[in-house]
């Protein structure tokens, strides 16, 4: 990470009131946000969301949730981000799909209006990959 991608980042971290424990690198070297830091990020900005059931089989297998998330912006105008959360067998080893769908669509809403996602961040939430290593 190039030095002002690294104070970007610390500075991301700090107005979202995150700490080092918040963040890992995946496996595929991607920076990831552990769930408890998607919870931070929601309480320190105090983002609303609202979800919808896009799409759901009749097995329950294949689930597309969109969320609606909102939050004041620094000029008191309130920022709205839509985004989706999908979970199928194709892309989840869990058997609780519409959790799975609910927790991605938070993860990127709440990424999308703290500023991380623009910074290729994501949520931990987002694969089944996405696991920090237990052996550092």
Not at 19 to 41: C, L, M, N, W, Y
Not at 61 to 90: F, L, Q, R
Not at 94 to 101: G, I
């Amino acid at each position: 990470m190039k030095t002002t991608e690294r104070e970007t980042m610390k500075k991301l971290a700090t107005e979202n009131g995150l700490t080092a424990d918040h963040f890992f690198k995946s496996p595929q070297g991607f920076v990831i946000i552990t769930r408890q830091g998607i919870e931070r990020i929601q309480q320190h900005r105090g983002i609303r969301v609202r979800y919808e059931m896009v799409h759901m089989t009749d097995d329950c297998k294949h689930v597309v949730i969109k969320a609606i998330g909102e939050m004041a912006g620094p000029d008191g105008h309130t920022i709205t981000v839509e985004t989706y959360g999908e979970s199928s067998p194709n892309n989840t080893r869990q058997n609780y799909p519409v959790a799975m769908a609910e927790k991605r669509s938070l993860s990127r809403v709440c990424l999308k209006l703290s500023g991380f996602y623009q910074h290729n961040v994501y949520g931990q939430d987002e694969s089944d990959d996405f696991t920090p290593n237990k052996s550092k």
